[in-house]
């Protein structure tokens, strides 16, 4: 496994630096609990300094499986993101009092040192859906028998009233 990848901010090159590597992640680092890793983690990056601001861009690609939030089945779930961003000196952050709506999108390095590795995870992590899905049409589980809806091994007839229409329901009598 990678440990931290430390990029020293004041030993970069003027025309910057560029690296191409493979990440090995645990599966534990990543926010999606049940994702696992089918390939290691590719990331191309370039690392330049411009006055004190760290610009850090670069693509990310990776090919995981996840557990679909309906039907439960694995599905291979592909990566290939990029990334454009700029890190600021820890030291200036401690100089600003509040958290401005154009400061809340920043990030920063501290010590002199930037951490690659979290970087790449990071965005890796934020490529990741809120409810994975095997596809957007799946039906999921069926709630009678348990089967698969879209294998069409259920023949349940599941009627669910519209509850919308519950608040206008009244009962009519009869005026003969």
């Known amino acids: 496994m990678d440990t931290i990848i430390l990029i020293d901010i004041d030993s970069l090159p003027k025309e910057g630096l560029r690296l191409s590597r493979d990440f090995e992640f645990l599966s534990l680092d990543l926010v999606e609990e049940n994702a ?4 290691p ?7 330049r300094l411009i006055g004190d601001e ?19 089945i694995p599905f291979e779930f592909p990566v290939a993101s990029r990334f454009d961003l700029v890190y600021l000196p820890e030291d200036i952050d ?8 154009d400061k809340i999108d920043q990030m920063f390095y501290s ?17 990741f859906p809120a409810k994975p899905l095997c596809a957007p049409e799946c039906e999921g ?18 009627k669910e009233s519209d509850t919308h229409w519950n608040k206008l329901k009244f009962p009519v ?3 003969s």
């Open 36 to 39: 696992v890793f089918l390939e």
């Open 41 to 47: 983690a590719h990331a191309e990056v370039t690392v």
């Open 54 to 72: 760290v610009l850090v861009q670069g693509e990310v690609t990776a090919r995981l499986s996840f557990v679909c939030s309906r039907c439960l």
């Open 94 to 101: 401690a100089l600003s009092e509040e958290l401005s709506d």
């Open 111 to 127: 010590g002199r040192q930037l951490d690659l590795r979290a970087v790449v995870l990071e965005q890796l992590n934020l490529t």
């Open 141 to 158: 589980i069926c709630a009678v028998c348990g089967e698969i809806i879209r294998d069409a091994n259920c023949s349940c007839l599941v």
């Open 173 to 175: 009598r009869d005026k």
